[in-house]
């Protein structure tokens, strides 16, 4: 099947119905109206049921409070929460703070998940923070995408849920909706962007207008709205190119399928996938009480450092991964166990007298082979687990003076090691989807 039918199959499963979008879009103008009518102030509908780029029973509302820019920054968090509670008690019903860079409301109203975000109404050229970016993004798309466009970054953001890929937060590092947005807008369409995407290489820049800005990501999208800033930094290079390699195989082989993702995980398939690999430690503990931003930047912050741990003695790692739901969990596919005597490798004969005497200082046991003078030693840890057990058996304060992250390293009093396949079913389909995808 060409990959327009199947488009198609997808966005009439899962485009809004034009009543969906216009009762958002009612629910918006009697937010803004209370509010201008109650506080004077102006109110921009943004988020992607704004933009016609939601998928169907995406029933999210945000509303963007407009402050003048002399407002102080408390006055826009107090009067901004303030407006959010008074919506909520006079139109909804539910309710509650949350924090980004700056307390927001969000609740219910009709069905409804509401925000109500307090802003800056400034040129792009002043944003102060990112929330004040947002209202610019909603007109640019706008502006620069059509009917049918709009209906493709549905179908693009189809494609990358399905494929694990969809998301910026911390957990999932992948493509945000405006990145969705943008590359639609920057390729023309979902098909056109797929086949390019298919072969792009690791180095790879997209921007509207030229711009001299650079940036540590080797994947860069320049924000059309402000040119210092990359949309797609916070994707991961692992998710980068899988992105290339999922656009490669629905260009070679369009199907539904891949635009379906499953909530189902097979138990028996995953259990011989467990069993043809090496051998897994699995780390199980008490998940810090933090939003996922901050647990998962630390559980990676973790890996990395127990990484360096097992690698910098001899083992041999093959994959690796966090995860963070009822419980955190760090594990490890890796050879667990290592010969008792180790081949240490030293400089060349033909070296100068210092290096040979400083080799054969460190080390008994001295022979020379192929053209280097060698040592064979007793390693001190030939299993992994004994290893990260002898590190792991701190105090708290030990523990984050050797490197474990400060959220961490409190939750690492009871850790255990535990089976690869116990555990909750989400890290169960998170294991299946990691191997199978």
Partial sequence: MELEKVKEKILDKHYPEPEELQESEQLFHDIRKFIEDNYGLKSHFAGSASRGTCRKGDKDVDVFVLFPRETSRRELEDKGLEVGKEVFENLGTEHHVEYAEHPYTKGLINGHEVEIVPCYDVSAEKIQSSVDRTPHHTRWVKENLDKDQRRDVVALKKFLEAQNLYGSSLKVKGFSGYLCEVLIAYYGSF????????????????????????????????DPVDSDRNVAAVLSQANYAKFIFKAWQLEKNPSVS????????????????????????????????EVEDIVYPQLRKFERLLTKKLEGSGFRLYDSGVFAEEKAYVFFELDRTLPETEIVKGPQVYHNETHLTEFSGKYSNIFAEDERLCAKTIREFTDARELLKSFLDRDVEGLKQNGVPNKIAPELKEYRFADILSGEDEWLKYLYNKFHL
Avoid: C
Avoid at 261 to 289: H, I
């Fill in 258 to 289: 891949m635009f379906k993702a499953s909530d189902e995980f097979n138990e028996f398939e995953l259990k011989q996938e467990v069993d043809n690999r090496a051998d897994f430690l699995v780390l199980k503990f008490e998940k810090p009480d």
């Fill in 191 to 222: 098909e056109d962007l797929i086949s390019e995407a298919s072969s792009w290489d690791r180095d790879k820049r997209i921007e509207f207008e030229s711009s001299e800005k650079q940036f540590e990501s080797s994947f860069v999208v320049v």
